[in-house]
């Protein structure tokens, strides 16, 4: 995986990949070293938790890139592709360590797959309609950071003494 900072007047789409790599990173760094008791703890009434920003991000990447970029049907996928509150559940038995692994795996899945296409091939999204690679770039992009941004901020509510 690219460092950080190192593309940053690449062309276009070495710098979408380096930025949503970017975003994988921080999002799992926002869970890393936590007790698998942090990992869980609800501090907010939605679902969301740090081990489950992360299940949700898996959810996500098999959704864009597996189901819809490469077209196999959910079954195929290497895991769960159920979208809402469904993507943020984790099973008692899996631990963060297991949430991680997982998440890394499905985004390594997502660039073997994003490699063979170009930036402008268009899909149909059932509900977003005609979406190019490009743009999936983008969406996973904003969700990420986004959800490395809610990770920081339960982060700080566990770990921080009051």
Known sequence: MPTPYRDTTAPERRMLETMVDRNRTELIETARGLTEEQARRRLVVSLTTPIGLLKHAAVAERIWFQVILAGLPADQCDGPTERGDASFLVGDDET???????????????????GNYDLDVTRTHPRAGEVSLRWIY?????????????????????????
């Open 96 to 114: 963060l360590a297991d949430v991680i692994a997982e998440f890394e795996r499905a985004s390594e899945r997502s660039r073997e797959i994003a």
């Open 138 to 162: 983008l969406l996973l992009l904003e969700d990420f950071a986004r959800h490395a941004g809610h990770g920081d901020i339960l982060r700080e509510q566990l770990t921080v003494e009051v």
